[in-house]
């Protein structure tokens, strides 16, 4: 089986949010909810990347590890999901998510979270795949399909990647290679413990 | 004059080309690598942040390292601490229990009572007991719930059991945080450490060899009791207030700065409340009824609160209620 990832190619990153747009509608994302952003560093100044970041699926997930009632489950793609209908929006896994991943609608009294939303890659939930359930509570699932994540598809620069971890990693790596310059996979060496060594 | 004209001109051209062979250094596109960034913020403990387009900024924190420490300490550290802190406390107390046995009134109840706590302070008393049981396992169930209860009752039932308790420990820390200061009102007149605690102590508070230290209204063990309750209780429940209002004044760090505070002090304080309810119920003969009734019998009190039955005894010329 392919182990899923994402990879973002900050040299190619034009901030254009086109990502976050793709994932908020093809899911209907609610109002608040971001599964997927774009961080500018040293906005203005030299040196400025954009970078988009969602959840990594990462090795051996936080989340996962931290949940009170062990509602977090990995496919057999290594794509970390979780079952809405167990999450009792505690907020843990946000404290222990080193990309902020975990997303709560705001219900109920006081800061009361909803369940949490995340990332799915695409892979929709634990309901039956594409059924109406799963829809309402994860988004579409394009995985069961055979598509990749949206984002990445409609990338126009195609700085973001997903799929199997070493397909994009070898197609950035030739990147890097031809253009000569490139400033790393963001987020894999705490995601996935290992870096693209070109 | 011509040669001279062509010289300087040569110059000129000389120095443009020179500077356009020089353009600016491309080194800030190796200074942010994504491996480097990454390790050197997680060997310092910071966090990679950038700014954002959407309006909610805690998501302009790109990376934040520290949620790795945080893992470990839920996972491992609050687990070993609370752990033993609530094990060893039963541990210990069951020893104490079959060792010493119950603490009785030597020659038994005389039959002659004193009132030790009236009705405000009985009802408050109860409410804080109460919240704090609740409060405390359902705390518990967040940290030992998924290794003990879930492989019994299932995910489904556990996920209700662990929303309910979600629910109660939010709303009922609020009857919680006013029984206390209630309680501090009440009570703090006569919890001021004194020389005579000293003393208590020294004799082992009348738990250990024989002999009752003389004692006012609170010895010295209840006085640990009551500011264990006020201070422990007081930095749990406003710990707990950042909790419940995430992000509304403070940032990651922060929050997961307070649910280590709040933790690590509510199993603490769990430990230290078993002990509490031991020798005011099983423990020891008579204690109870100082909470139930209110009415305590005038033996119990002459031998643990000595100073105080004869300051009550002083006011009202009858003394002690006849029953």
């Known amino acids: 089986m392919a182990r899923m990832k994402f990879l973002l190619d900050s040299d190619r990153c034009i901030e254009c949010n086109a990502c976050v747009t793709a994932c908020k509608n093809e899911h209907e994302v609610p109002w608040g909810i971001n599964r997927r952003r774009v961080v500018t560093l040293n906005d203005g100044r030299p040196g400025e990347r954009s970078i988009s970041m969602a959840c990594m699926h990462c090795t051996d997930a936080p989340c996962a590890a931290v949940c009170p009632v062990s509602c977090f489950y990995t496919t057999a793609d290594a794509i970390v999901l979780h079952d809405k209908d167990l999450c009792i929006g505690c907020g843990y896994c946000f404290y222990a998510c080193p990309f902020g991943a975990p997303q709560y609608p705001r219900v109920g009294n006081f800061g009361s979270r909803g369940k949490m939303d995340k990332c799915t890659y695409c892979a929709g939930g634990p309901q039956a795949d594409n059924s109406p359930a799963e829809y309402t509570q994860y988004g579409a699932n394009r995985i069961a399909e055979g598509k990749l994540p949206l984002c990445a598809e409609m990338c126009s620069t195609k700085a973001l990647l997903a799929g199997d971890g070493d397909m994009i990693a070898q197609i950035y790596r030739e990147r890097v290679q031809r253009r000569g310059y490139g400033a790393g996979a963001w987020g894999w060496r705490t995601a996935y413990r290992e870096t693209v060594a070109v | ?323």
Not at chain 2, 141 to 162: D, I, K, Y
Request: glycine share 10%; net charge positive; hydrophobic share 50%.
């Open chain 2, 1 to 323: 004059m011509r040669a001279l004209l062509l010289a300087l001109l040569l110059a000129c051209a000389g120095l443009t080309a020179q500077a356009q062979t020089a353009p600016a250094p491309l080194s800030d596109r190796d200074q942010s690598s994504a491996e480097e960034l990454e390790l050197q913020r997680t060997l310092q403990g910071g966090r990679i942040e950038g700014r954002i387009t959407i309006p909610n900024q805690q998501a302009a924190t790109l990376i934040q390292p520290a949620g790795r420490e945080w893992r470990a300490f839920h996972n491992r550290t609050l687990a070993w601490v609370g752990g033993v802190a609530v094990v060893g406390m039963l541990a210990l107390l069951a020893i104490f229990f079959f060792s010493r046995g119950r603490i009785r009134i030597e020659g038994g109840p005389s039959g002659q009572t004193i009132q030790r706590f009236n009705i405000l302070e009985r009802a408050n008393h109860w409410m804080v007991a109460s919240c704090f049981i609740i409060l405390g396992l359902s705390g518990l169930n967040l940290t030992f719930g998924r290794h003990l209860l879930l492989p019994m009752v299932g995910p489904e039932a556990f996920t209700a059991v662990s929303q309910w308790g979600k629910y109660a420990h939010n709303f009922l820390s609020f009857p919680f945080a006013l029984g206390l200061v209630v309680m501090f009102l009440l009570w703090v007149r006569d919890n001021i450490p004194n020389r005579r605690d000293i003393t208590w102590f020294k004799m082992g508070g009348g738990f250990i060899g024989k002999g009752h230290p003389a004692a006012e209204r609170f010895n010295a063990g209840q006085k640990v009791v009551f500011w264990i309750t006020i201070l422990g209780g007081g930095a749990v429940a406003a710990s707990g207030y950042f909790l419940i209002f995430p992000f509304a004044a403070t940032d990651i760090a922060g929050m997961q700065l307070s649910h280590i505070v709040h933790s690590l002090l509510a199993v603490l304080m769990i430990a230290a409340m078993l002990a509490h309810i031991y020798i005011g119920s099983l423990g020891m003969e008579g204690a109870i009824d100082a909470m139930s009734s209110g009415q305590v019998d005038v033996k119990w009190a002459k031998e643990h609160h000595s100073l105080w039955v004869e300051e009550e005894m002083g006011k009202t010329p009858a003394g002690a209620k006849h029953v």
